[in-house]
């Protein structure tokens, strides 16, 4: 078992691990960081390099978060203070606690320079170790917004909205005990971080400028098109 600090450090570590750089190196021999929006996130493995190395970048950044939050958390061995905590479950926080520092591995990433993605897919697994039902329904919202505008980022900004809201719902209007205060108050801060990480985004929803996915068939991407 293992002490607060460390799963900290090892909840870090792992969400730093570039899955969607190390994939475009190892199996297409490109950098995504130098092609599409230069970021580097699942979203533009899916543009560069297509369906497939996005769906695996995306699956290994949910993993980093599920894996912080629902194994490395429940492995230490000393209690976290609770002073001015008294009203949130140590458990659950030390969850969060787990969660937000493999998001921030994953935003600032030690293995390749501190430069990596926006960090919704490691949040979206930290909130399935927490909280799988509201999960699934903010994923429902997520597609339903996606499908019916074709914007990734509205989809992904009202997907950050509808976390919180269905956390308080359910906690506050249908008394599910099972969800902690803190989860809610978790939500509202990931939801500004998104906003604020989406800030460009939202100027180009506004002005007319934000691009749209043009079909739902699996792309190819820039990697695939060029072998044609």
């Excluded at 000393?78 to 935003?107: M, N, Y």
């Excluded at 390749?112 to 930290?126: E, I, L, M, R, S």
């Amino acid at each position: 078992m293992l002490s607060l600090s460390i799963v900290v450090l090892l909840s870090y570590l792992v969400g730093s691990i570039p899955g969607s750089v190390w994939i475009g190196q190892w199996r297409y021999g490109i950098d995504i960081r130098e092609h599409g929006s230069r970021n580097a996130g699942a979203t533009n493995a899916f543009r560069v390099l297509g369906w497939k190395a996005g769906i695996l970048a995306t699956t290994v950044d949910l993993g980093k978060g599920l894996f912080a939050a629902g194994i490395i958390a429940t492995i230490r061995i000393d209690a976290i203070p609770t002073t001015g905590l008294g009203f949130w479950e140590e458990e659950t926080v030390v969850r969060l606690i787990a969660g937000v520092a493999a998001v921030v591995g994953h935003i600032f990433p030690i293995w390749v320079g501190f430069k990596g993605g926006k960090g919704v897919n490691t949040a979206a697994g930290v909130l399935f170790a927490l909280s799988p039902v509201t999960m699934a329904i903010t994923i429902g919202v997520f597609a339903i917004v996606l499908f019916s505008s074709r914007y990734v980022s509205l989809a992904s900004l009202s997907a950050a909205l509808a976390f919180p809201s269905t956390v308080a719902i359910r906690k506050y209007l249908f008394h599910v005990d099972s969800i902690d205060a803190s989860i809610l108050f978790f939500g509202i801060l990931l939801a500004t971080s998104i906003f604020i990480a989406h800030r460009t985004n939202i100027n180009r929803l506004l002005t007319g400028n934000e691009s749209r996915i043009r079909t739902f068939r699996p792309s190819r991407g820039m990697r695939g098109r060029s072998e044609v």
